[in-house]
C-alpha cells in the first residue's frame, strides 16, 4: 500500500481485505519502538539507585529530581509528537524519533564516567531522556487512527502495554550489564564498588544496537500512513466539551500513576528500607501494570469503561492506604506490605490506563458533527502529556515529603486526595452519562 492510498479503517470491505493486516504491522513495529523509547525515557530511574554507590554525591532531593526530569521534558514533547506525526507518516516519524534516542543513549554513557560530573550537567542529560517519553503520545495517536472505533480499547491498550514492557526490560537488564564490561575496551575504566568493578556507562549504551535494528525494521516494514492532520483549531474545538477535561484528568490518574509509581518504586524502597534487596519484583511490579493495559482495554470496549473506572479508582485509594501503613515509622515498618501494595498499584493504573483509552473514544462518539477520528488523536496527545506530569510529580513530591516530613507519608496522603478526585469524576461519567456504559 503506498502512501497516497486511502486508508479507511472504518470501511468493512478495506478492514478485512488488507486494513487489519496492514494496522497490525504497524502496531507491532511502532510498539517495539516506543518499548526502546520508554526503556531509555526511564532509564535515570535506574541509574540514580547507582550513582552513590559510585562515588556521586547527591543528597535524596537531587536523585528524585534527576528521576523526576525525564518525565518533565517528555509531557512537553509529547504535545509536539502528537503532531507531528500527523504532518509526516508514521514510518518517517517512527524511523526519526527512534533515531534520536541515539542522543540520550549516548549522553548518559558519556556523563556517567566521571563522579566530578556537576549535579548540572546530570540534570540537563536527564532532561534530554524526555524524547522517549515523547515517542508515546505519537504511537498513541497513530494507533488510534490506524484502527477502527469497535477496537479503539484494545488497540491502544495493546499498544500501550507492549510499549510499557520497556520498564521490566530497562528494569531487567539494566543492573546486570552495569556489572559486566560488556564492550571490551569500549567499556572504559570501571568505578569501584566495594572493589568490584562496574560500568554505569553500559546503561546508555546497551540500547544503541536495538535502536539501529528498530530503525531498519520501521524503514522496511512499515507503511508511510499519514492519518488525519491535527491543527490548532482541532484542539480548541476538541476541548469546547468539558468533559474531555475531566477525561484528561483520568488519564493522569490512570497512566501518570503507573509510569511515576514505576519510576519511584526501587528509589523509594531504597529510602525506606536501606538493607533489603527488591530484585525481580523491581521488574515483575511494572511487568504487571503493563500487561493489564489491554486487558483493561478489552473489557472497556466490552462492558463499558466509566462503571469499571469508578471501582478501579476506589481500589487504587485502598492500594495507596495500603502503602502508608507499610512505610516504616520508628523501627517498624513492613517490605511485604510496601511490595504488596506498590503490586497492587501497578495492576490497578495499568488496568485503569485500558479502560481510560476506551472511554476516550466512547466519549468522542457522543459529540455530534465532531470528527471522531481527529476529536480521539488530539484527547490522546494532551492527554498523554498531561499524564507523563505525573512521571514528574509524584518522584518531586515524595522528594518535598521526604525532606518536610521526613518521610513519605504526606505526599502519600496527597495522591489520596488526587484519586478522590478521579474516583468522583469516574462517579460523574457513570452516573450522569449512563450512554457510556
Not at 111 to 136: I, K, M, N, R
Not at 159 to 173: D, F, M, R, Y
Not at 262 to 286: T, W
Amino acid at each position: 500500500m503506498t502512501a497516497s492510498m486511502a486508508f479507511d479503517p472504518e470501511n468493512t470491505e478495506f478492514w478485512e481485505r488488507q486494513g487489519r493486516k496492514l494496522a497490525q504491522r504497524n502496531l507491532l513495529i511502532s510498539s517495539l519502538s516506543l518499548m526502546l523509547a520508554i526503556a531509555v525515557w526511564m532509564s535515570w530511574s535506574v541509574l540514580v539507585l547507582w550513582l552513590p554507590q559510585a562515588g556521586f554525591h547527591l543528597d535524596a532531593t537531587q536523585l528524585f529530581m534527576l528521576t523526576a526530569a525525564p518525565a518533565f521534558s517528555g509531557a512537553i514533547l509529547r504535545l509536539i509528537y502528537a503532531v507531528a506525526v500527523t504532518r509526516m507518516g508514521g514510518r518517517m516519524f517512527t524511523v526519526l524519533s527512534t533515531l534520536s534516542l541515539l542522543l540520550p543513549a549516548l549522553a548518559m554513557g558519556w556523563v556517567v564516567q566521571d563522579t566530578a560530573t556537576p549535579f548540572v550537567l546530570l540534570l540537563g542529560v536527564a532532561l534530554l531522556a524526555g524524547l522517549g517519553g515523547g515517542s508515546f503520545a505519537s504511537a498513541m495517536a497513530y494507533t488510534s487512527q490506524m484502527f477502527p472505533g469497535r477496537s479503539q480499547g484494545s488497540a491502544l491498550g495493546m499498544t500501550a502495554g507492549l510499549g510499557n514492557l520497556g520498564i521490566s526490560l530497562l528494569q531487567g537488564v539494566g543492573p546486570w550489564v552495569m556489572q559486566h564490561p560488556m564492550f571490551g575496551l569500549l567499556s572504559g575504566h570501571s568505578m569501584l564498588m566495594q572493589h568490584h568493578g562496574f560500568w554505569l556507562q553500559n546503561l546508555g549504551w546497551i540500547w544503541i544496537l536495538p535502536i539501529v535494528f528498530v530503525v531498519m525494521l520501521a524503514e522496511l516494514g512499515m507503511e508511510d500512513i499519514r492519518p488525519a492532520p491535527i491543527t490548532l483549531k482541532d484542539i480548541r474545538q476538541a476541548f469546547r466539551h468539558g468533559e474531555n477535561a475531566w477525561l484528561a484528568w483520568l488519564y493522569l490518574g490512570s497512566f501518570g500513576s503507573f509510569i511515576g509509581f514505576s519510576a519511584i518504586f526501587g528509589l523509594l524502597a531504597k529510602n525506606q528500607f536501606p538493607h533489603e534487596d527488591l530484585g525481580i519484583y523491581l521488574v515483575l511490579g511494572p511487568m504487571l501494570g503493563a500487561l493489564c493495559m489491554p486487558l483493561g482495554g478489552r473489557m472497556a470496549d466490552r462492558a463499558g469503561g466509566a462503571r469499571l473506572s469508578f471501582v478501579l479508582f476506589m481500589l487504587i485509594m485502598l492500594a495507596v492506604s495500603g502503602l502508608f501503613f507499610s512505610l516504616p515509622s520508628g523501627d517498624d515498618g513492613s517490605l511485604d506490605g510496601f511490595v504488596a501494595a506498590f503490586f497492587g498499584l501497578f495492576l490497578l493504573t495499568g488496568m485503569a490506563h485500558g479502560v481510560v483509552l476506551a472511554m476516550l473514544h466512547a466519549v468522542c462518539q457522543q459529540h455530534q458533527g465532531s470528527d471522531v477520528a481527529k476529536e480521539r488523536a488530539v484527547l490522546l496527545g494532551i492527554s498523554s502529556a498531561l499524564g507523563a506530569v505525573g512521571g514528574f510529580f509524584i518522584p518531586v513530591m515524595l522528594a518535598s515529603s521526604l525532606a518536610l516530613w521526613g518521610g513519605a507519608q504526606l505526599a502519600l496522603f496527597g495522591f489520596l486526595l488526587f484519586y478522590a478526585s478521579c474516583w468522583v469524576a469516574s462517579w460523574w461519567f457513570w452516573r450522569m452519562r449512563d450512554t457510556l456504559l
